[in-house]
């Protein structure tokens, strides 16, 4: 009996590969027939349902510029907000407030 199963799946290998064989035989008349079908009736990709599953693209917010809150005498400025600029940071690293009184724009 194993004997048996051992030679239907052989067979079934064999018609396997055979079908396989032909389907690739088979596969470009039909695809070339396709394409001319396509192009004679002008069908897109979307009306084939091909074109409705496309990556989403995430949409990031403008950032919103910040009007400046203080300038040296050179013209740069600093809005207040993030590292404050070696001219307005004390030893420390972070914004004097004698510096920030002093570079203050008037409004």
């Not at 027939?33 to 917010?61: P, S």
């Not at 809150?69 to 420390?92: C, F, H, Q, V």
């Not at 914004?95 to 008037?106: D, M, N, T, V």
Request: glycine share 8%; hydrophobic share 40%.
């Amino acid at each position: 009996m194993a004997n048996e199963l051992e030679k239907l799946l052989a067979q079934q290998k064999d018609v396997e590969a055979k079908i396989e064989e032909l389907k690739r035989k088979e596969r470009e008349p039909v695809i070339a027939e396709i394409r001319q079908k396509i192009a004679q009736f002008g069908i897109t990709a979307k009306e084939l349902g091909f074109a409705g599953k496309t990556a989403k693209v995430i949409a990031f917010k403008p950032v919103k510029s910040v009007a400046p809150i203080y300038a040296n005498e050179e013209g740069k400025t600093w809005s207040g907000r993030g590292k404050p600029p070696l001219w307005i940071a004390g030893p420390d690293g972070k914004a004097s407030e004698k510096l920030k009184k002093k570079y203050l724009i008037a409004k």
